[in-house]
Nanobody, 126 residues
Framework: VQLQAFGGGLVQSGGSLRLSCAAS????????TGWFRQAQGKEREFVAA????????YYAVSVKGRFTISRNNAENTVYLQMNSLQPDDSAVYYC????????????????????WGQGTLVTVSS
């Protein structure tokens, strides 16, 4: 599975962005997909994940209620709608796919994801 994340950009505090993760090859529609982010000088952290059908989602505490993950398997795309963005949300955002079924806190482990996109930069100005 090849993944490409896009949709990042510069936005003011309180604004919104929608990231997309487009997949090609493999069986993306049967893969759990997650979003991670890495701010400059910090470790990569989990943001959100969705199971293969879209029936189950999981969020980091820091984004719950502000971010929404969704997917369209017909278009091989996973989305991350980000609202009420804050400067602390500034980071490079990566999408990743896992070929096995997981749930809950399992999604937070970067090691379960075998496929990663190249990242898209989100900058939130204060």
């Amino acid at each position: 599975v090849q993944l490409q994340a896009f949709g990042g950009g510069l936005v003011q505090s309180g604004g919104s962005l929608r990231l997309s993760c487009a997949a090609s090859g493999g069986t993306f529609s049967r893969s759990s997909t997650g979003w991670f982010r890495q701010a400059q000088g910090k470790e990569r952290e989990f943001v959100a994940a969705i199971n293969w059908s879209g029936s189950s989602t999981y969020y980091a505490v820091s984004v719950k209620g502000r971010f929404t993950i969704s997917r369209n398997n017909a278009e091989n795309t996973v989305y991350l709608q980000m609202n009420s963005l804050q400067p602390d949300d500034s980071a490079v955002y990566y999408c990743a796919a896992a070929s096995k079924f997981y749930s809950g806190r399992d999604y937070e482990a970067a090691g379960i994801y075998g496929f990663w996109g190249q990242g898209t930069l989100v900058t939130v100005s204060s």
